[in-house]
């Protein structure tokens, strides 16, 4: 049995391994074995750079040339350049005026590509607020406060992008008539419930094959007069556009259970999603870990978090980390990991934490602080870094959503 520094070495080892098997570069090689002929390349989202060089990698000078769209700190410009690719980055999470700027370079890369050029799209998670073309009526200030108040609105992300596509031209299939019918090459890498290509990136290739109603959610008036008065008419998805999902959280999950196995862990892999209420779901996986059998466990999800007025440092995998470590605080025998894997856990570097049983009191030494009133002020990741508890990876070329490791032992 692994003591508590041994163990928590282990849970990191495990989340690396699930990393490695969904990132960008890796996971697009072996579809693109199959693309003939010149290609233009159009990379968006977190883990752009990634799937972009993946592709290099696998389609060598059949890249012509290509645009590259992603997050500040996430792009090599002269790397990417050398090979032909322009870079661009957008704003995130928040949309902004290089967002809009994004969504120009955009439509201006498709519209100058040659008729018979095929079109590679490499879209990852993030692509909703990097790029963006408005709605006629609806202006940056618009779109920045109604994205602000959806990050903290507790919605799941798919009701999150269906507002979105009712204010923008590309989403939801605005990308299609663009194209002109030429044919295009689709890799996802999705982080949504469900791996829905419709959802992914807010679905710019894909066709509303259903009238997107919004009449289901709660949404504040000054939202709702945003809206358009009738939902996007259903459309028969192109026969040009060719869609794979070629990495999601499933994958991770797979791949974190293997490697725990490899290190000789009895593994419980939990393949349902995590959604709901970030407390609720912490207080439960903490009694669960409490009173179950020894051994490794594995979720995968994303919870979600209703924010205050004024919240504090850290992101949602941060105040599920201090949910638990309140509820296993004291014992020597469990540890647990919740971490972004794209790197990225609300604002600042942080990805997630890695909590134990003697977290809250490191926690409480350093800072003075009972935990509780970090968590009401949605400030988990001061009272974590006091702990030393704060994971950091950097950018990861990936993100499949957010995956959660316990260890009992």
Known sequence: MPDRAGARRDLLTIFQAALARVEGRTCVRDPLQEVVGPVSLIALGKAAQSMALGALEALGERVVDGLVISKPGHLDAPLLGARGLRCVEGGHPVPDARSLQAGDALLEFIRTRPG??????????????????LRDGIDLESLQRVNRWLLGSGLPIDAMNRVRKALSQIKGGGLIPLLQGRPARVLLISDVPGDDPGVIGSGLLVATQRPDTLDDLSLPDWLRALLPTAPAPAETPPDNIRISVVASLADAREAAAAKARELGYAVTLNRAHLGGDVEVLGRRLGYELR?????????????????????????RNQHLALVVATQISGRRDL??????????DGPGEDAGALVDGGSVGRGNRALGIDPEVCLAQADSGRFLEASGDLIQTGPTGTNVMDLMIGLKW
């Open 335 to 344: 540890c647990f990991l919740a971490a972004g894997t794209d790197g990225g």
């Open 291 to 315: 009173d179950t059998w020894p051994g490794l466990y594995i979720w995968g999800g994303e919870p979600t978090i209703r924010l205050p007025e004024h919240p504090g440092q850290g992101g």
């Open 116 to 133: 018979d050029r095929r079109l590679l799209f490499l879209i990852s998670g993030g692509t909703s607020g990097l790029v963006e073309r």
